[in-house]
């Protein structure tokens, strides 16, 4: 059973009041370095994984993208997509990830946003959009940072007085499940190493362009002082890779 927290009211109100939920793209810490891996989309057939409320569908088509298709195991998600979405050539489909099945060679580009770590198979899904993806075609997706997803418990260490001291590391090379807590308890996350991530795609047959461990941007920490903890550990991974 794929594990869909999206839906669980509890879960789903927290998520919708984050700033990336209700401020969109420019609200994402890591978007700074993620735009710029994507290319030209004028006249191209996109899909967006793990899609959430559509943000970067419909940034897929205010740079003129042909058409998009978003997936996402949520309708909740896929709800409020579609309520700020008003475009015909943007599709919706409701399926579990690792469920797609498209044509060969359908799209240009295929993009995913902080949703691969919810995946149990990350090694088939590549050869999926490998597959799906026209030759030449660019992929760029970003995952929670393995250095972030290596221990269940995904937070800081403190002193004694609430101080942040330290992040964590342990377990590294032992991949697989991490029960987590994020806005809710018990949320499924899967751990694997960079290498992993790598080898992957490479297998797959993919042409490795880019590998980004982002940083907050200084005008994000100006607007949201706080940001400057993440200085301290890469949070997020950005990978960007070719057929």
């Given at each position: 059973?794929?594990?869909?927290?999206?839906?669980?009211?509890?879960?789903?109100?927290?998520?919708?009041?984050?700033?990336?939920?209700?401020?969109?793209?420019?609200?994402?810490?890591?978007?700074?370095?993620?735009?710029?891996?994507?290319?030209?989309?004028?006249?191209?057939?996109?899909?967006?994984?793990?899609?959430?409320?559509?943000w970067h569908c419909r940034y897929a088509r205010e740079n003129y993208?042909?058409?998009?298709?978003?997936?996402?195991?949520?309708?909740?998600?896929?709800?409020?997509?579609?309520?700020?979405?008003?475009?015909?050539?943007?599709?919706?489909?409701?399926?579990?990830?690792e469920d797609i099945h498209f044509s060969p060679a359908q799209f240009?580009?295929?993009?995913?946003?902080?949703?691969?770590?919810?995946?149990?198979?990350?090694?088939?899904?590549?050869?999926?959009?490998?597959?799906?993806?026209?030759?030449?075609?660019?992929?760029?997706?970003?995952?929670?940072?393995?250095?972030?997803?290596?221990?269940?418990?995904?937070?800081?260490?403190?002193?004694?007085?609430?101080?942040?001291?330290?992040?964590?590391?342990?377990?590294?090379?032992?991949?697989?499940?991490?029960?987590?807590?994020?806005?809710?308890?018990?949320?499924?996350?899967?751990?694997?190493?960079?290498?992993?991530?790598?080898?992957?795609?490479?297998?797959?047959?993919?042409?490795?362009?880019?590998?980004?461990e982002p940083r907050p941007s200084k005008e994000m920490i100006k607007?949201?002082?706080?940001?400057?903890?993440?200085?301290?550990?890469?949070?997020?991974?950005?990978?960007?890779?070719?057929?």
């Open positions: 059973m794929k594990q869909n927290k999206y839906d669980d009211p509890k879960f789903f109100s927290a998520y919708e009041k984050m700033p990336r939920s209700t401020d969109g793209l420019e609200a994402a810490g890591e978007w700074h370095e993620f735009q710029p891996l994507i290319p030209d989309l004028e006249n191209k057939d996109v899909l967006d994984l793990g899609c959430g409320f559509g993208a042909r058409s998009v298709i978003g997936v996402d195991i949520s309708e909740k998600m896929l709800d409020k997509a579609r309520e700020k979405t008003s475009d015909p050539r943007i599709t919706y489909l409701k399926m579990p990830i240009d580009v295929v993009i995913s946003s902080l949703a691969f770590h919810y995946i149990r198979s990350f090694d088939s899904l590549c050869e999926k959009i490998y597959d799906s993806l026209k030759p030449g075609g660019t992929f760029v997706f970003s995952v929670e940072h393995p250095i972030f997803t290596s221990r269940s418990d995904q937070d800081w260490i403190y002193d004694e007085e609430g101080n942040r001291l330290h992040w964590a590391i342990d377990d590294y090379q032992s991949e697989g499940i991490r029960d987590t807590s994020f806005l809710t308890e018990n949320v499924i996350k899967y751990h694997r190493t960079i290498s992993t991530y790598i080898n992957d795609l490479i297998q797959a047959g993919f042409h490795v362009k880019t590998v980004k607007r949201v002082p706080e940001m400057k903890e993440e200085l301290r550990r890469p949070m997020f991974l950005i990978i960007s890779v070719q057929k």
